[in-house]
């Protein structure tokens, strides 16, 4: 499944004859700035970012179902706002519309990271079996992850780099399904 970066088209290749079909109906917002994962059920879930939709308030999540190719906003948000509204402090004139990335867990859950021009990211942790959200810990110090990157470990735990939006330092934190395991010492600088 590739998307348009810019649009909500979306499209699936078939690897024996590789051609290219049109699929993803029902698109709430563009795919702009949004990272997809793909669920141990073969749905993709996506955080909305509001491109063209702007809603200070907004937390819509969605799911794509490949049986059907479309898709749905199947309701309840992601409880806490993950994307870059920028609602506290100038509204969408200041905001980045990112959202950071989003982890599945060997258990099933995903992890998903936020961004915040205003202050701190949210997190956010999506249980694929039940289909419910819980919030998980903010980064502190006005931390997020705007285009960063995160990665799943061995264990399980999540390793990811936060920083004020677009600027240094960068810090890493590693998150073990419960809270954050604060800050580790960064790697050395390849020179």
Same mark, same amino acid.
């Given at each position: 499944m590739q998307a348009n970066c810019c649009t909500?088209?979306?499209?699936?290749?078939?690897?024996?004859?590789? $051609?290219?079909?049109? @699929? #993803?109906? &029902?698109?709430?917002?563009?795919?702009?700035?949004?990272?997809?994962t793909l669920l141990p059920n073969k749905k993709v879930l996506t955080v909305d970012t509001y491109i063209g939709r702007y809603d200070p308030t907004g937390m819509n999540f969605e799911l794509y179902n490949p049986a059907s190719g479309k898709w749905t906003s199947p309701g309840g948000g992601t409880l806490v706002?993950?994307?870059?509204?920028?609602?506290?402090?100038?509204?969408?004139?200041?905001?980045?519309?990112?959202?950071?990335p989003a982890v599945l867990r060997p258990d099933? $859950?995903?992890?998903? @990271? #936020?961004? &915040?021009?205003?202050?701190?990211g949210h997190t956010a942790?999506?249980?694929s079996n039940t289909g419910v959200w819980a919030p998980g810990p903010d980064f502190p110090d006005s931390l997020n992850i705007a285009d960063g990157p995160a990665a799943l470990e061995p264990n399980g735990n999540v390793l990811m780099m936060a920083s004020p939006i677009y600027n240094a330092p960068s810090t890493f934190f590693e998150w073990d399904g419960y809270q954050s395991n604060g800050d580790l010492p960064s790697p050395p600088r390849i020179t």
């Open positions: 909500d088209q979306a499209a699936l290749l078939n690897a024996n004859t590789l $051609t290219w079909t049109p @699929t #993803g109906t &029902n698109k709430f917002d563009s795919n702009f700035e949004e990272g997809w706002q993950l994307w870059d509204s920028g609602a506290n402090c100038g509204g969408q004139f200041v905001a980045s519309f990112e959202v950071g099933g $859950t995903v992890f998903a @990271t #936020g961004d &915040n021009t205003c202050g701190a942790i999506y249980n």
